[in-house]
C-alpha cells in the first residue's frame, strides 16, 4: 500500500503531571509552523525543523517552567517523536535514509537519520558555551534522546565546527530537518515497497 497524504497528517497529545503537550504534524506541508511552548530558543530551533524540513508543525505545550525548562524540552521531543512515528505508518514506500551538511557562517553540522525502527542517539557536539541567552544547551540533546526514542529513528548528530553557540545550535536543526525531508520522502521507485530487506521497519 502507497502512502497517502492523509495518512502523513497527525496529532498527538501527552499529558503528564510535568507537561502537557500537543502536536499538529504534517510531513507534506511547506514549512508552516505555529508554537507556543514558553521556550522562545526552543522555538526558534523547531522553526528551522519546519521551514527546512518542509513540515507543518504546531506545538503547544504546557509545562513546569518555574521548576525550569528540562521537562518541556523533553516532553516536547518525545512527543513530536510519537508524531513522526504515527505519521510515517509502516513507512512503505519512504526513502528511509536522510543526511545533511548545513553551514552558518563558521559553524558547520552534520546530520544522518534512518528511519529503522530501532532508537539510536549519536550526538557529537561541544557547545563553546553552557547557555544560550537563558537556554542550558544540554536540553537539546534530552530534546533528541527523546524523539529518537519515541520516533523509532538512529540519528547521528555531528557539530563539525564552530566558536559560536547559536550558530553551532541552529546548524544542528536546520541539518535535522533537511535530513527528514530527505528521509521521510515518497521515492517513486519504492512505492508499496518496505525499504528493509527484513521486510518490516
Keep these: 500500500m502507497a502512502l497517502e497524504h492523509s ?58 517552567l518555574h521548576i525550569d525548562a528540562h521537562h518541556t524540552v523533553e516532553d516536547v521531543g518525545i512527543t513530536l517523536g510519537q508524531a513522526l512515528s504515527k505519521a510515517l ?58 524523539l529518537v526514542n519515541h520516533a523509532g529513528m538512529t540519528l547521528h548528530i555531528d557539530n563539525l565546527r564552530g566558536t559560536n553557540a547559536h550558530h553551532q545550535a541552529e546548524t544542528i536543526f536546520k541539518a535535522f530537518g533537511r535530513a527528514l525531508r530527505m528521509a521521510v520522502e515518497p521515492d517513486p521507485r519504492m512505492s508499496g515497497i518496505t525499504p528493509s530487506t527484513k521486510g518490516a521497519l
Design 7 to 64: 495518512r502523513r497528517r497527525v496529532e498527538v497529545e501527552r499529558n503528564t503531571l510535568e507537561t502537557q503537550i500537543r502536536i499538529a504534524l504534517d510531513l507534506d506541508g511547506t514549512g508552516r509552523s505555529n508554537f507556543q511552548t514558553g521556550v522562545p530558543f526552543l522555538e526558534h530551533m523547531l522553526d528551522q525543523v519546519a521551514r527546512h524540513g518542509l513540515v507543518d508543525l504546531d506545538i503547544q505545550a504546557q509545562g513546569d
Design 89 to 146: 505508518g509502516d513507512k512503505r514506500g519512504i526513502r528511509r535514509y536522510g543526511h545533511a551538511y548545513v553551514p552558518l557562517d563558521e559553524a558547520l553540522s552534520r546530520v544522518v537519520i534512518d528511519l529503522s525502527g530501532r532508537p539510536g542517539l549519536t550526538y557529537g557536539v561541544a557547545y563553546t558555551r553552557g547557555v544560550i541567552g537563558t537556554f542550558d544547551v544540554d536540553l537539546f540533546q534530552e530534546f533528541f534522546q527523546g
